[in-house]
């Protein structure tokens, strides 16, 4: 189309200078077919001048239904045989929109052709039945003649050429963009468009010069499925000098098929009437110029992005991946290439595994913000998702784009403590390996609610994971479980940090704690303690399901106790499922009460405590006795067998009550004996 354009520009140009320069002059004393303004048809009184009534209907090419034209033709200098003149019309469409054409018309007859040669130029400005006003300038180039006609005319759209006009609607999946998740929505867009025409004519017959057909091309731009090129055919009958009388055709894949009828009227003084004028050329210099008389527009439909939502914003993701260029942004086309000390803007902090290993973990101490989510690659992470758009609305979970069950995770790292938790957090899916400090802690204020799942937590210098003063709910599910991640092997479940495995102290708010799938194994007596629970300065509600804390053999486990249950004046209830704590180089499971006035519901289903060094299930000892609490312990289908130096069993309490329920118990083979009960005054 841009071809059609130029060309049309080019042979405007050349024909133009054609007229001016390669012209035979008239000299003034030929009379051989002079004209007069006289003879020009409508310039009989008014020296050329002519009011102008136009009527087209139906819809045509870039524009919808009919329209009227009130329009002046003036020329401002005129000779005996060409003109200048000034165009100019105002548009009234069906829809009561308003628009004008205003612009110059020259032309020159030439004795000797006997033809007419003629150019014009225009500015339009006209209103879409869409409320939109668009403008554009025109150059048209014409010759006319006895046998013949040719018109060629140049639409270029000015200013503001597309606009919005609404949504059409939102679906499929979710993508990542930017820092954004978006779906594919759409959207209805009006453009005015650039382009051309031109025509042939003939009279119908040799007879009738009154009668003339017409046909020929004309293409736009645009930005919708079909450009709008096309063919146009026409009939023009001059009932009378003043009154002319058409019809249109139009046809292209975009506007489809049009008719129009035309009725066009000139007013250039009264005169005598002359019906069907057998006009010769010179009579015709004074006709109105043939165009399409309005800014073509079209619409389309375009693709647009709508972000989803979480709350009353959208979302806003940050993208890591050690693989991406230096000096990234964190987008999704732009990752960053390490990890942050902080994003405080997102919402989600998307993790890719890249080159990342146990030998080249991401290197960094992340500070996770309230409400984020640090999410890794290797699981198909759940989203709730709402966007809107075109009156259509999506709302439901959602995978994360790209994220699926691979188990591939990214190793992570620090010289210190890597992930400090804020409040309402999750981590997921990642190797949590060798930091100096922590793998996971929390702000020294605490942390309410977390979601801890999917991680390998394993040879950190301080803790595995160490929250205090925790509050809301929390759950930590998939540490160590199912012999370690696809991309790192860990068939023992162990966790070896020097500092602990798995630490969780109660603010004053209380803490609901679901532990699920959770090994904190160990070997060689590394970790002091698998699990150690606290009611500390609020309630604690906790529940253990399938969950390990043991020594890979006899005399290798942790060094305290595979699992601590302890208050400090607190309620403490711990519901315990499918549970081990064995091989351990200190007791099992240990109860402990550091204050009085606190009460313990400790309730267990087949736990296994064995082959500890010390007492399988020891609830208070001789030395630590439980102090003024009330405790009440139920145990079922339990084992506690084989202690090396202690007992299957020891409960042990200084003031307070307690109540201890036994049911189909083992506890043989231990150093000392299978139950000890004590207790001090």
Same mark, same amino acid.
């Given at each position: ?559 305290? $106790? *595979? =699992?601590?249950?302890?208050?400090? @004046?607190?309620?403490? +209830?711990?519901? #315990?499922?499918?549970?081990? !704590?064995? %091989? /351990? ?61 202690? $007992? *299957? =069993?020891?409960?042990?309490?200084? @003031?307070?009550?307690? +109540?201890?329920? #036994?049911?189909?118990?083992? !506890?043989? %083979? /231990? ?11």
């Amino acid at each position: 189309m841009q071809r059609v354009n130029l060309s049309l520009l080019s042979l405007v140009s050349w024909l133009t200078a054609g007229i001016v320069f390669a012209q035979p002059e008239v000299m003034p004393n030929s009379t051989a077919g002079s004209a007069s303004v006289q003879n020009f048809s409508g310039g009989a009184t008014l020296r050329g001048t002519y009011f102008d009534v136009q009527n087209m209907t139906g819809n045509g090419v870039g524009y919808q239904n009919g329209f009227t034209q009130l329009g002046a033709f003036t020329p401002f200098w005129l000779s005996e045989n060409s003109f200048l003149a000034l165009n100019s019309r105002l548009i009234l469409t069906d829809h009561s929109h308003v628009g004008v054409n205003t612009g110059a018309v020259a032309r020159r007859y030439f004795e000797t052709s006997d033809r007419i040669y003629g150019v014009n130029g225009y500015y339009d400005s006209d209103q879409t039945n869409f409320g939109n006003r668009y403008s554009q300038v025109t150059a048209g180039f014409e010759t006319l003649g006895t046998n013949w006609d040719f018109r060629a005319n140049g639409y270029f759209a000015l200013g503001t050429t597309d606009r919005f006009i609404r949504g059409l609607g939102v679906g499929g999946d979710p993508y990542f963009v930017g820092h954004q998740i978006a779906f594919l929505g759409q959207q209805l867009r009006e453009e005015s468009l650039t382009g051309g025409d031109f025509e042939f004519g003939v009279p119908v017959t040799p007879a009738t010069p009154w009668l003339r057909a017409y046909a020929g091309m004309y293409g736009y731009q645009s930005n919708a499925a079909n450009e709008p090129i096309g063919v146009r055919g026409r009939l023009e009958a001059w009932v009378s000098d003043d009154l002319s009388v058409g019809v249109n055709v139009t046809d292209d894949r975009q506007f489809g098929t049009n008719v129009n009828a035309v009725v066009d009227f000139r007013f250039a003084g009264f005169k005598a009437t002359r019906y069907f004028p057998q006009w010769t050329t010179s009579e015709r210099m004074l006709m109105p110029v043939a165009r399409n008389w309005r800014v073509a527009t079209d619409t389309y439909s375009q693709d647009v992005n709508v972000a989803a939502t979480i709350g009353n914003h959208s979302y806003f993701v940050t993208h890591i991946n050690n693989t991406a260029a230096a000096g990234g942004d964190g987008t999704f086309e732009h990752p960053l290439d390490t990890l942050p000390h902080s994003a405080p803007n997102s919402d989600l902090i998307l993790v890719q595994a890249g080159s990342t290993s146990a030998a080249n973990p991401l290197l960094g101490e992340l500070t996770l913000v309230n409400n984020q989510r640090l999410l890794g690659e290797g699981r198909a992470h759940l989203a709730p998702l709402r966007a809107s758009y075109g009156g259509q609305t999506i709302d439901g979970t959602f995978v994360l784009p790209g994220f699926t069950n691979s188990g591939n995770y990214p190793f992570l790292s620090s010289h210190g403590n890597t992930i400090t938790l804020a409040n309402n957090n999750e981590v997921s899916a990642f190797n949590l390996l060798n930091a100096a400090g922590s793998a996971i802690v929390n702000a020294p204020a605490g942390s309410n609610n977390v979601l801890l799942q999917s991680l390998e937590i394993t040879g950190n210098g301080g803790r595995g994971i160490s929250l205090t003063n925790a509050t809301g709910f929390g759950i930590m599910r998939g540490i160590n479980w199912n012999s370690g991640s696809t991309n790192y092997s860990n068939p023992s479940g162990l966790g070896n940090n020097d500092a602990g495995g798995i630490f969780v102290d109660s603010g004053a708010a209380g803490l609901n704690l679901l532990l699920n799938d959770v090994a904190m194994n160990t070997s060689q007596g590394i970790q002091p303690f698998g699990i150690n629970l606290q009611a500390d300065d609020g309630s604690l509600i906790t529940r253990l399901r399938t969950v390990q804390a043991n020594g890979i053999a006899s005399g290798f486990g942790n060094s305290n $106790a *595979g =699992i601590i249950f302890g208050e400090t @004046g607190r309620n403490l +209830t711990a519901d #315990l499922l499918d549970v081990s !704590a064995s %091989n /351990n180089l200190g007791s099992g499971l240990q109860v402990t009460s550091a204050a009085p006035g606190g009460r313990i519901v400790l309730t267990a289903d087949n736990l296994i405590a064995s082959g500890n060094t010390l007492d399988n299930l020891q609830i208070g000892s001789q030395v630590s006795p439980l102090l003024g609490t009330t405790f009440t312990g139920d145990f079922t289908s339990s084992t506690f067998n084989n202690s090396v130096t202690g $007992a *299957g =069993i020891v409960y042990a309490q200084s @003031g307070g009550s307690g +109540t201890l329920n #036994l049911s189909l118990i083992q !506890a043989n %083979n /231990n150093g000392l004996d299978g139950l000890g009960m004590f207790a001090a005054s």
